[in-house]
């Protein structure tokens, strides 16, 4: 089946611990993406890849890396969590980058509490 | 950068009513999608729509890129078509290819 998994898709964490969001697709796909949801501001993007080893700065990247070592993979990474990176983060995946009819996949969503 | 404005932001209904959701957007555009957030939180793409009309079951939708806006409708609503509905659109030239800009969505709660 094609999907888009990530993990964990619950966490809890405390101020300054590091963590890692993974995400990964089964399409092969060449263009994936973050982005996290707030309420009352929809859905804003951190990150994305156009290709392995390949990564650029969204709308709110401060705060968060990520790295495009494989194809399929794309974690998140918070070095030093803060309460105001509590969100529900979405990982998108699409075919190709520069292709417009391409839709995106979203994974399931991870919700991130930041104590 | 361009702007995603989604009407009405919530919408009440009784279960076999009709609805119609807008998405206007403030630039030229070469991707524009309708997306499904379920109670769950749940993404599932709807429609890539960035011009023309479809049809997928009781949804379709029309964008008129001239003008700017697309709209969603439903027909013979059922309770499970319930959650958020977002408009995003991938804006004109290279920048277009790289990204998703989401409106704020239309809550849409259908009671049996």
């Known amino acids: 089946e094609a999907q888009v998994t990530q993990n964990p898709r619950y966490l809890i964490t405390v101020t300054g611990k590091k963590l890692t969001v993974t995400c990964s697709q089964n399409m092969n796909h060449e263009y994936m993406s973050w982005y996290r949801q707030d309420p009352g501001l929809g859905l804003r993007q951190i990150y994305y890849?156009?290709?392995?080893?390949?990564?650029d700065k969204g709308d709110v990247p401060e705060g968060y890396k990520v790295s495009r070592k494989e194809k399929r993979n794309f974690p998140l990474i918070l070095e030093s969590p803060s309460p105001n990176q509590t969100s529900l983060y979405f990982c998108?995946?699409?075919?190709?980058?520069?292709?417009?009819?391409?839709?995106?996949?979203f994974g399931p969503g991870t919700r991130l509490t930041v104590l | 950068g361009i702007q995603v404005e989604q009407s009405p932001p919530d919408l009440i209904l009784q279960e076999g009513a009709n609805s119609t959701l807008r998405c206007n957007f403030s630039?030229?555009?070469?991707?524009l999608q309708w997306f499904h957030q379920n109670p769950w939180g749940q993404l599932i793409n709807l429609f890539y729509?960035?011009?023309g009309t479809k049809q997928n079951g009781r949804l379709s939708a029309t964008t008129v890129a001239t003008e700017r806006y697309s709209l969603l409708y439903i027909s013979s609503s059922q309770t499970t078509d319930s959650g958020v509905y977002f408009c995003?659109?991938?804006?004109?030239?290279?920048?277009?290819?790289?990204?998703?800009?989401f409106g704020q969505g239309t809550r849409l709660t259908i009671n049996p």
């Open positions: 630039d030229s555009v070469n991707n």
């Open positions: 729509i960035p011009s």
């Open positions: 995003a659109v991938g804006p004109q030239g290279i920048q277009g290819a790289q990204k998703l800009v």
């Open positions: 890849s156009m290709n392995v080893e390949v990564t």
């Open positions: 998108a995946s699409s075919e190709r980058y520069l292709r417009w009819t391409d839709t995106q996949y």
